[in-house]
């Protein structure tokens, strides 16, 4: 993030997150942040969630582990889904919605042969200075942030679901105790903090 923040600010032109990420799926409106914006609800519900599966696993609620761990699971999994599309969207061009403007031109990736578009009266340095995407540091830090945690959330999904499976199987609840439970929580809580950093500092700064 510090390096991220270093090269945002020594860079002239650089794209906010409020340029970049404007579209919706199955939609053309353009709609800045709405996107994330709603996968961040999604993971932030997830985590509550989990506060309750490990609740109900301090009651012994063998029944309401299962409802809210299976509920944790697919809020992971619509994010993991959500995080796939944004990514397709960003390498593809979606609807020109990956542009960059500076002084004296506008740079689009066109959804008609990847074509890049240059505005009037734009010159050779600028085109390099605002090519932005693709092979360089903005998707390089796009595509390294997003998916280090996106390869944490596919991991935390994934103990989520070997752990429900053996609530499912009553593994726990032979034990007298939930405590596996709680542990995945607090791995899948720390995933949710890291999002909530990402967001902060990646879409909205």
Not at 170 to 190: A, C, D, N, S, T
Request: hydrophobic share 50%; no cysteine.
């Amino acid at each position: 993030f510090a390096k991220f923040a270093n090269v945002n600010d020594a860079t002239s032109h650089w794209p906010t997150g409020e340029e970049v990420f404007t579209h919706l799926p199955g939609t053309h409106a353009h709609a800045p942040l709405i996107y994330v914006a709603l996968m961040t609800f999604i993971l932030i519900i997830s985590s509550v969630t989990m506060v309750l599966a490990v609740e109900a696993g301090h009651r012994m609620d063998k029944k309401a582990v299962i409802k809210w761990m299976a509920w944790t699971v697919v809020g992971g999994l619509i994010f993991l889904g959500s995080q796939v599309w944004e990514w397709s969207t960003f390498i593809a061009g979606y609807d020109g919605d990956i542009s960059t403007w500076a002084d004296n031109g506008t740079l689009s990736h066109s959804p008609y042969g990847g074509q890049w578009v240059m505005g009037v009266d734009a010159h050779g340095h600028e085109v390099k200075q605002m090519v932005t995407y693709g092979p360089t540091l903005y998707a390089n830090f796009f595509f390294f942030i997003t998916g280090f945690h996106g390869f944490h959330v596919f991991t935390g999904v994934l103990f989520n679901f070997l752990v429900l499976r053996n609530v499912i199987r009553g593994v726990y609840h032979k034990r007298g105790h939930y405590e596996m439970v709680e542990k995945v929580g607090l791995y899948w809580h720390f995933v949710d903090l890291v999002w909530v950093f990402v967001f902060t500092f990646f879409y909205l700064v």
